[in-house]
């Protein structure tokens, strides 16, 4: 297999059970929350920390294979690594930083078509301490691909810039790791980021690798209601099955009937989960009755209307039973149009090739 | 002016400044990198003469290298000569003494260097060697230097032990703080003053230096 393979046990001090493969020339995103272990297994990749147990191949190569007492070192994997603060060298220039994990013989030549594709020209005599956040991470940047590595890994790395500055750079880091064909592993907690960025996510909690796939597909189609809260699945409910039919279910939810789309497994008598992504859930015309209203109709009532850039997230609370809460994304101008205001009485349809079911 | 007893001293600073620079140095690195049980006892101990009468660590280092304790012999046997009342014995004793003023600011400078900054640097293809060389120690830089140079001035400075484990001999063990105190004794105040304010003039040039070095100064 061309690429990175991971695979890693351990009990203590810190829990890991994680395993994933990531192709050459794909960024893989490893998400979670704080200490589910997103860095540790960085760490373990670079051969910074060893794992109790574990094997890590690279192009088929061992660098780790606890069982064989096989540990490459740190300096025999070739890697470029982009740390969380960075951890330019304060005392060297920003010539200096990069030269310093150039290999070859020109390497004058390498840093300055180095400086060029991370926009850094003219800032070669500088020293970290006169450089922003944006400028040290791009510092960072040349200097972990400096040597040419077999593998890029990326530890938060627009975690200490400034909103308008990471959205620049995110820009910046797309177009150039599309340049480089090794395998990219980016650690974030921010799933907007992995979105944007990453061909694969995993999704890590508490050491343990839970789902791998594309991001679209892990956000939309999360495997259990664990990696759905993970991923920040906002319409996250539980229902009982009523009915199986040959295509669909029935199922209760909150003394609604819904009908969905019918899995393998699904038994009269499971309690499953659903969720429903808020862009999904069509809202019906007062005035036009919209085909969907037979389809999956819940009567609800406005709790309260957020408007951010544009997009209004409407929070919805069943009229029959208050303290389940829907959200829904709608246009500032649908919410104009259609007059909506807290306190006021819709039916929305949450229609059914929508709607993703999971197990616990 | 006593110029023989200033050479003595300045002698005896600058080989415990050599020997400590080797020393506080692997200990200093070793303390701040290393987690180990038993790292707070060993942290007590290097830091122990700042809090310990130089009286005290002087009869311990009689009571087990003088002349009637076994190493005493067996270093005695070795060289043809005593460790006591010797100028090595005044060397060895200054770098037990000194070792806690030179060891803590390099303890500092080591600790408040990053290790994902090590980690870089392994990152980057430079061994543990080249990463010392490289990256620490000139992170480091101005934590050793202001380690030697204040250990410099408290061996400059010492008095308790020197006296007890070198004496007062003259071009040998007689240092400029044994000397001051010897003019004393002997009624001779010209002279002991004539010193005192050479002593204050060159610790206050020190310890200048010593600011100099800590300040961090604008790249």
Redesign the interface.
């Known amino acids: 297999m061309k690429g990175l393979s991971v695979l890693v046990r351990q009990t203590t001090p810190i829990p890991l059970k994680a395993e994933f493969i990531c192709n050459v020339g794909e960024l893989l995103a490893i998400v979670g929350p704080s200490g589910s272990g997103k860095s540790t297994l960085l760490r373990c990749i670079?051969g910074?920390y060893t794992p109790e147990k574990g094997s890590i191949y690279f192009n088929n190569q061992p660098w780790l294979e606890t069982e064989n007492k096989i540990n490459r070192r740190?300096?025999q994997r070739?890697?470029?690594?982009v740390?969380?603060?960075y951890?330019?060298?304060?005392?060297k220039t920003v010539l200096e930083n990069i030269q310093?994990?150039t290999?070859g013989t020109d390497k004058k030549q390498c840093v300055k078509s180095l400086l060029q594709q991370v926009n850094l020209e003219g800032l070669e005599a500088r020293?970290p301490?006169?450089l922003s956040g944006g400028q040290k991470q791009r510092v960072a940047i040349a200097?972990?691909l400096?040597?040419n590595p077999s593998i890029l890994l990326l530890d938060e790395p627009f975690s200490s810039v400034d909103a308008v500055t990471r959205r620049k750079l995110r820009l910046e880091m797309l177009s150039l790791v599309k340049q480089l064909n090794i395998p990219i592993i980016l650690v974030t907690h921010d799933l907007n980021e992995a979105s944007f960025l990453a061909d694969s996510m995993v999704v890590l909690h508490k050491g343990e690798t839970l789902q791998q796939g594309i991001p679209e597909q892990v956000l939309r189609h999360p495997k259990n209601s664990m990696v759905a809260r993970l991923v920040d699945v906002r319409n996250l409910m539980t229902a009982e099955v009523l009915q199986v039919e040959k295509k669909h279910v029935i199922v209760n939810w909150q003394g609604n009937l819904l009908e969905l789309v019918k899995t393998k497994r699904m038994n009269q008598g499971d309690v499953i989960h659903w969720c429903i992504r808020p862009m999904d859930i069509l809202l019906h015309s007062r005035l036009r009755p919209s085909k969907g209203e037979r389809e999956n109709a819940v009567s609800v009532r406005i709790q309260a209307l957020f408007s951010i850039g544009g997009l209004v997230t409407i929070v919805l609370e069943l009229i029959n039973a208050q303290n389940i809460l829907l959200q829904i994304d709608l246009s500032q101008h649908v919410v104009e149009r259609n007059r909506l205001q807290v306190g006021e009485t819709l039916s929305v349809s949450l229609v059914k090739k929508a709607i993703h079911t999971m197990y616990q | 002016m006593d110029w023989g007893a200033f050479k003595i001293s300045i002698l005896l600073s600058s080989c415990t400044v050599a020997l400590l620079a080797v020393l506080a140095l692997m200990i200093a690195r070793f303390l701040a990198w290393r987690h180990f049980w038993g790292k707070s006892v060993v942290e007590a101990m290097v830091a122990l003469p700042l809090v310990l009468p130089p009286t005290v660590l002087g009869y311990f280092f009689l009571r087990f290298l003088g002349r009637q304790s076994e190493l005493g012999k067996l270093y005695e046997q070795i060289f043809s000569q005593p460790l006591v009342f010797s100028f090595s014995g005044l060397v060895l004793v200054s770098v037990i003494y000194s070792l806690p003023f030179a060891t803590q600011p390099m303890l500092r400078a080591f600790e408040a260097i990053?290790v994902?900054?090590r980690?870089?640097?392994?990152?980057?293809?430079?061994?543990p060697w080249q990463t010392f060389w490289?990256?620490e120690l000139?992170?480091a830089?101005r934590g050793i230097l202001s380690g030697l140079v204040l250990s410099f001035a408290h061996t400059m400075g010492e008095f308790g032990v020197v006296l007890m484990v070198g004496g007062n001999i003259p071009d040998e063990t007689q240092t400029m703080a044994i000397a001051i105190f010897d003019k004393v004794q002997s009624f001779d105040e010209s002279a002991a003053e004539t010193m005192s304010l050479f002593m204050l003039m060159f610790a206050l040039c020190l310890m200048g230096l010593v600011n100099f070095l800590v300040q961090k100064r604008?790249?």
Do not use: M
């Open positions: 670079a910074l740190v300096q070739n890697i470029g690594f740390f969380q603060d951890a330019l060298f304060e005392h310093l994990a290999k020293y301490s006169q200097r972990a400096a040597g | 990053p994902s900054v980690e870089a640097a392994w990152c980057c293809g430079l061994t490289k990256i000139p992170l830089k604008p790249q």
